[in-house]
Nanobody, 127 residues
Framework: QVQLVESGGRLVQAGGSLRLVCAVS????????MGWFRQAPGKEREFVSV????????NYADSVKGRFTISRDNAKNTVYLQMNSLKPEDTAVYYC????????????????????WGQGTQVTVSS
């Protein structure tokens, strides 16, 4: 059973940086597309970023483009989300998600397409 565990969320001031980590167990991630989503109170879960199995293809939501960077280390079964220039509107619970054998990550902006999810980590950005 594949399990995902996020960490790294905390309270940070606007303009600050955080690095979220998604550690995967129960399987190797080198065939998985890995995504990050977030959900603010009272809002739907929204796409943040996705990376293909090799790291050669990456997509970002427009709201985070240029500020966030997704990366992966398949040898460590880990995915990262580096978040810079944080804004109060980035406040949310951030979730890591995985889906195997994805040929086109362009379709992986929907949460419905992912098989596996972590429990989430809270990111709070104060103004």
């Amino acid at each position: 059973q594949v399990q995902l565990v996020e960490s790294g969320g905390r309270l940070v001031q606007a303009g600050g940086s955080l690095r979220l980590v998604c550690a995967v167990s129960g399987g190797t991630i080198n065939t998985y597309a890995m995504g990050w989503f977030r959900q603010a109170p009272g809002k739907e879960r929204e796409f943040v970023s996705v990376i293909n199995w090799s790291g050669s293809s990456i997509n970002y939501a427009d709201s985070v483009k240029g500020r966030f960077t997704i990366s992966r280390d398949n040898a460590k079964n880990t995915v990262y989300l580096q978040m810079n220039s944080l804004k109060p509107e980035d406040t949310a619970v951030y979730y890591c998600a995985a889906h195997p054998y994805v040929l086109n990550i362009g379709i992986m902006t929907s949460a419905l397409r992912y098989d596996y999810w972590g429990q989430g980590t809270q990111v709070t950005v104060s103004s």
